[in-house]
């Protein structure tokens, strides 16, 4: 007879628990979150004028006496469950200030809009897959100052794990690209301010007269490259003063937009602290920088907006594992570093990362702190406050609809609430039940996604 393993039994004393029906809700209710957060507590909602206790709940009749929440990761390699409803909360919000919706009017898509991509530098050459052409041709051949290579004529293919890979690791430039991540914050500042300075000089308005009558809204996200370098995709749109609710004056268009940022971004150029260790250090936007125009609803020329609100959600949910830069979690030992699974290039820049970390000039910067990001500090996604609706917004939208109507806030009432943190996350057993959920209501939502396109509404069959 088989001996049961841990799990095995885990499973089966859940199973004949009094309230394992109630605990399979709560995970349905969560959607089989990976780490759910367990809070004890209870809600109370009474009647503001008599006092009277219309509802009441209370975990003390929960399994264990508590209750699951999701945890909200955004990342897919931690709770794939909650990574996709963050993607859907990125999507809907990134697509609002496209098209409209979510409190954002429609006439949004008639503003001069844009899709950017803004690069890092050079810090030295890397391996690249360029699509059937030879990596790093060199007419001449030659070796740099450490005896390799200073070109590459293989045709790498985009899995080959040599891609972005520096082509001499010596010569590469990590304290650089530390430095650069470290300040990336500060570079998309200047270039914002470089946006509304260069608008004035081109118009004749002085700055203050600028803001007074436009506004740039933005939502941009951070992608890391195979060289693990950032760079940021963006959209940007020209508002009134007012923000989304007040069109820019006429003079605002798609051209004018475009032809700032070119000389926006060429313009940044700010300085390192010096440090006797590493000199001086210019950080500045890469020559890379792409521009494309926005198109509503898949018609006339430029990026559709669907494809760029779905392109941001579906990369805000990789993490590093994903990647291959980085790691999904601090990095509180240099020890760490060396059993990371990354690739040489990314051990050596978090190797870079840390030792800067030492340095008492750059001590402000915190890249200790930020090793797992390779001294990236901002967050993925960022936004104007005008751009669209908010994370929170969203959040509180759909938690009122899944309350339903007779649970809706009424200004009658006075609702008291008692909550702490109990613990989080699931044994093992309950790991492989809550994963089995997760699975299942994917698949549902696979099935209805295919029957959608099947069976349109109107009831007409795809051919």
Same mark, same amino acid.
């Given at each position: 007879?088989?001996?049961l ?7 089966l ?5 009094? !309230? ?5 809700e ?25 006092g009277e ?7 003390a ?8 929440v ?36 429609a ?5 001069p ?16 897959a360029?699509?059937?052409e ?7 051949g ?6 390799r290579?200073? @070109? ?12 972005? #890979? ?10 650089a ?19 509304y300075?260069?608008?004035a000089?081109?118009? @004749?308005?002085?700055r ?11 939502a941009?996200i951070a992608?890391?490259q ?14 009134g003063n007012?923000?989304? /609710?007040?069109?820019? !004056? ?22 390192a ?16 920088? /792409? ?53 040489p ?8 990362c ?7 000039e ?8 930020? $090793? ?35 649970l ?8 008291e ?33 295919? #029957?959608?396109?099947?069976?349109? $509404?109107? @009831?007409?069959?795809?051919?």
């Open positions: 007879m088989r001996q393993s841990d799990i095995d039994r885990d499973i004393t859940r199973a004949q628990g009094p !309230l394992f029906h109630r605990w399979l709560q995970i349905r209710a969560t959607g089989g979150c990976a780490h759910p957060i367990h809070l004890t507590g209870s809600t109370t909602t009474r009647d503001a004028a008599t206790v219309l509802r009441h709940y209370d975990t009749g929960e399994p264990g006496e508590r209750l699951l999701r945890c909200r990761n955004r990342r897919a390699t931690v709770c794939p469950a909650c990574s996709r409803l963050h993607a859907g909360d990125t999507y809907h919000l990134v697509r609002a200030g496209l098209v409209g919706g979510k409190t954002v009017p006439t949004v898509r008639e503003r809009r844009l899709f950017l991509t803004l690069t890092a530098p050079s810090f030295g050459a890397v391996h690249r360029t699509g059937g030879r990596c790093q041709p060199r007419r001449g030659g070796h740099c100052e450490h005896g290579p200073v @070109g590459c004529g293989l045709v790498h293919a985009d899995t080959d794990p040599q891609v972005g #890979q520096p082509l001499c690791p010596t010569c590469y430039d990590y304290p690209h530390i430095l650069w991540h470290a300040y990336a914050g500060r570079l998309w500042k200047a270039f914002t301010d470089n946006l300075n260069h608008l000089a081109r118009l @004749g308005y002085t203050t007269e600028l803001r007074r009558a436009l506004r740039v809204s933005y941009k992608e890391y195979r060289r693990a370098a950032v760079h940021l995709h963006v959209v940007v749109r020209l508002d007012g923000g989304a /609710d007040e069109p820019p !004056l006429t003079w605002a268009t798609a051209d004018l937009l475009t032809d700032t940022v070119r000389t926006a971004a060429a313009a940044v150029n700010l300085r602290p010096y440090s006797a260790a590493l000199g001086e250090h210019a950080l500045t936007w890469g020559t890379q920088l /792409d521009i494309r125009r926005l198109r509503a609803f898949g018609a006339g020329e430029g990026q559709a907006d669907d494809a760029v609100a779905a392109y941001v959600a579906k990369y805000i949910t990789k993490g590093a594992d994903d990647t291959g830069v980085g790691t999904d979690h601090r990095i509180t030992d240099p020890a760490e570093i060396e059993h990371a699974p990354v690739s290039h990314v051990r050596t820049l978090m190797r870079t840390w030792r800067l970390g030492g340095l008492p750059l001590a402000p910067l915190r890249l200790r702190a930020w $090793v797992h990001t390779l001294g990236y500090r901002s967050h993925i996604l960022t936004k104007s406050r005008c751009y669209s609706t908010t994370y929170s917004a969203l959040r509180a939208q759909r938690a009122e609809y899944e309350r339903g109507p007779d809706a806030d009424d200004p009658g009432t006075v609702t609430s008692r909550w702490r943190y109990a613990d989080s996350g699931h044994t093992p057993g309950a790991a492989l039940i809550a994963a089995g959920i997760a699975q299942d209501l994917a698949r549902n939502r696979e099935i209805a996604l295919e #029957q959608m396109k099947r069976f349109p $509404v109107g @009831g007409v069959v795809d051919a």
